[in-house]
């Protein structure tokens, strides 16, 4: 295009507009656009005699030319990790079982053991580095055959075959802090913590099956679930990553009024969760 001179520029935190002729063009040129901080995008329009074309214009890493003072090293805007709003994630979970006895008494939640799960969630990414998610998941506990310690319950018909089913849906956040923490890589650690409802029943042989029960209530119910982990994804490419995670869950399936004795017999459920995914994005 070569030189031209731009007049009635007007800027703003959110707004950029000017007008400039090209020495080859009979017209001036209109330009007006909107920068959207969050994905460090100017979206904007340029018009010519009554026609006009949609850009969109992004930034590309490393071709930054800042003019610095001397000595002075110029400042690389943070790379951009997520290049779309929205993603979907299928993880595969390794529930390790967590067990908090009082006085060495073991109540049927601490005779669970590590198990493999699943879990899915679409996520909305609010900017870059948070994403808001809703989460499926399909969970549950194995129990230990040791007759030993299965021997206390076996009148309620707790056996090595038995299963707790933890199956829910919860809603949560991510914060990445790749861009803070190592700018350069394609790891992106984050934080992330969850809220939501899991779906519980202690089967007798297998999920499934009837749940073994205490008296009159059998146990199984609804109640309030929560999560907290740490993670990273590792970039494949700009729109598919692998994710990696640390977190612990924990099931509050607990009722004093139902089944008496918690601290003897049936108590809440934790989980150290370690997972691995896929995240592909749209």
Not at 9 to 17: C, D, G, H, W, Y
Not at 133 to 156: H, I, S
Not at 191 to 220: K, M, N
């Amino acid at each position: 295009m070569g030189e031209t001179i731009v007049s009635n520029l007007k800027v703003t935190e959110t707004r950029i507009s000017f007008t400039f002729k090209p020495a080859s063009a009979p017209f001036p040129l209109h330009f007006s656009g909107s920068y959207i901080a969050g994905d460090d995008r100017v979206t904007c329009t340029f018009s010519l005699h009554g026609n006009s074309r949609f850009v969109r214009f992004k930034r590309v890493p490393g071709s930054e030319q800042v003019a610095v003072s001397a000595n002075a090293e110029p400042k690389i805007p943070a790379r951009i990790r997520h290049d779309y709003n929205f993603g979907f994630t299928g993880r595969v979970n390794y529930w390790l079982a967590l067990h908090v006895t009082q006085d060495d008494v073991l109540t049927m939640n601490d005779l669970t053991r590590a198990t493999p799960n699943f879990d899915v969630s679409v996520k909305w990414f609010v900017m870059d580095g948070f994403n808001i998610f809703a989460r499926y998941y399909r969970g549950g506990f194995n129990f230990t055959d040791d007759p030993l310690k299965l021997d206390p319950f076996a009148g309620m018909g707790l056996n090595g075959e038995s299963y707790l089913k933890l199956d829910g849906i919860e809603f949560g956040v991510m914060g990445y802090l790749g861009n803070i923490m190592m700018p350069n890589s394609k790891f992106n650690p984050y934080l992330t913590g969850s809220l939501g409802q899991t779906s519980w029943s202690l089967a007798e042989s297998g999920r499934g099956s009837d749940p073994i029960a205490d008296g009159l209530y059998p146990f199984e119910g609804d109640n309030l679930a929560v999560s907290f982990g740490i993670g990273t994804e590792y970039e494949i490419t700009q729109k598919m990553a692998l994710e990696f995670e640390w977190a612990w869950r924990y099931f509050m399936t607990e009722d004093d009024e139902k089944w008496p004795n918690p601290e003897e017999v049936w108590s809440n459920s934790h989980a150290w969760s370690l997972s691995a995914g896929f995240t592909i994005g749209f």
